[in-house]
């Protein structure tokens, strides 16, 4: 059974840098190398959000609000994705949430919050 256990939520100053790490537990390596990966963040009364996404073949992309603040990258052997944000807004407040897409399932992170004080 795959779950999807997020970490490093939490506050910062703005200006200041987080990092979210979200491991696919139970996942086996050919359904995560081969999995889209996401972040999506969600602030109070807002539509969910897709900031940043990889594809299988490595091609990442960005949402334009985050795009050279935010960087995702995984760690294969730990079965790991992260998203490193800095240069932190208040407007980066949101519960952020990853998502694993492969093997035919979707899977989802149970959100970690993140909070921009200015």
């Known amino acids: 059974q795959v779950q999807l256990v997020e970490s490093g939520g939490g506050s910062a100053q703005a200006g200041g840098s987080l990092r979210l790490s979200c491991k696919a537990s139970?996942?086996?390596?050919?359904?995560?190398?081969?999995?889209?990966m996401s972040w999506y963040r969600q602030a109070p009364g807002k539509q969910r959000e897709q900031v940043a996404v990889r594809s299988s073949d490595g091609n990442t992309n960005y949402a334009d609000s985050v795009k050279g603040r935010f960087t995702l990258s995984k760690d294969n052997t730990r079965r790991t994705m992260f998203l490193q944000m800095s240069n932190l807004k208040p407007e980066d407040t949101a519960t952020y949430y990853c998502?694993?897409?492969?093997?035919?399932?979707?899977?989802w992170g149970q959100g970690t919050q993140v909070t921009v004080s200015s």
């Open positions: 998502n694993f897409f492969g093997g035919g399932n979707d899977y």
């Open positions: 139970g996942m086996i390596l050919s359904v995560f190398w081969s999995s889209t």
